[in-house]
Each structure stands twice: as C-alpha cells, then as structure tokens.
C-alpha cells in the first residue's frame, strides 16, 4: 500500500445564479503548493472571475487528493457500515467526532466499545492529540482527549448488503 498524490491540488468554485442553480468552476494548482499559499491564490482569483459574470461566487474548496495505487484485498467479512465511532473533547470544552470504517472485531470489548488500552488505539489518540498535532474541531478548537470510542452500526445500502441475501 502506498499513498500517492495527485500531480495538482483542485481549487472548487461554487457559483449560483438568479434562478438559484449552481455553478462549479474547476481550477487546479501544482500539488507541492502550501495550502496558504493555494488560498491566497484561490481568492485573487476568485475576485477577478467575480468581475466576468452575472452570477455570484459563493465559495470555493481546496482539495489535496492521495490515492492508493495498489490497494489491497479488503477482509471478506469486512463492512463499511460497522463503524469506530471516536468521540473526542476539544479545548474549548466542547466535541467532535469521526468513525472509522469496518473497525476490526479483535479491538472491541463484549459490551461493543472500543478497548482504549489497546496499542493501536493509544498510537491513534497519539497522533489526534499529540504535540504538533494539527486536527481539530469544525469550529478550529484543538481535539485534547478521547472521551467515548465504540462500535456503531449505520444502515446498509444496497450495494453493502451481502450477496447473496
């Protein structure tokens, strides 16, 4: 398994017209380009293609796309709608959350949450929490703690129902 990148990063412009339809307006940028320097860039150019239409620029997106480019064989067992569901604490006392797809049976206890003894569990609260670490709130605030880590199960689409049901 190896994370590559794309060869640019995609600047995604949203633009909505009279009748309230939206518009998109694609951009690319070379990939090894910093994030501040893509977003100082995004917004000159988002006021010069403002000066060209009628419509209104309503925001825009940066994407920085990785992809595997020989994925390996998903467990046969393996479903996406069986989920870690992480919730943590913020610094400014408030919380946030992520699951984690098709979590491995072995790091649940009977009761369906989440071991947080276990070394891969310490290893991921190590890099959400640890010192340098940039992930954070919807509203900015650093994640300081784990709070709650337990399996939750969504509802399957069709495509992840088994087979032959």
């Avoid at 825009?60 to 992809?67: A, E, G, N």
């Avoid at 595997?68 to 408030?94: I, L, M, Q």
């Amino acid at each position: 398994m190896a994370l590559v990148n794309t060869p640019t990063a995609k600047l995604d412009f949203t633009f909505v017209d009279g009748s309230g339809s939206l518009g998109h307006s694609l951009i690319h940028v070379p990939y090894a380009t910093l994030a501040a320097a893509a977003i100082t860039a995004a917004d000159a150019i988002s006021a010069a293609m403002a000066l060209l239409t009628d419509a209104v620029v309503t925001g825009y997106s940066l994407t920085y796309t990785k992809f595997d480019d020989a994925p390996g064989t998903p467990a046969a067992a393996s479903r996406v709608e069986k989920k870690g569901f992480f919730d943590w604490r913020t610094s400014n006392a408030r919380t946030t959350s992520f699951t984690i797809p098709s979590i491995l049976d072995s790091l649940l206890t009977p009761s369906g949450k989440i071991d947080q003894t276990n070394a891969d569990i310490i290893a991921l609260v190590a890099v959400v929490t640890g010192t340098g670490s940039i992930f954070a709130g919807a509203d900015g605030s650093d994640i300081v703690s784990l709070i709650h880590a337990y399996q939750r199960f969504n509802r399957s689409s069709k495509r992840q129902l088994p087979g032959d049901r």
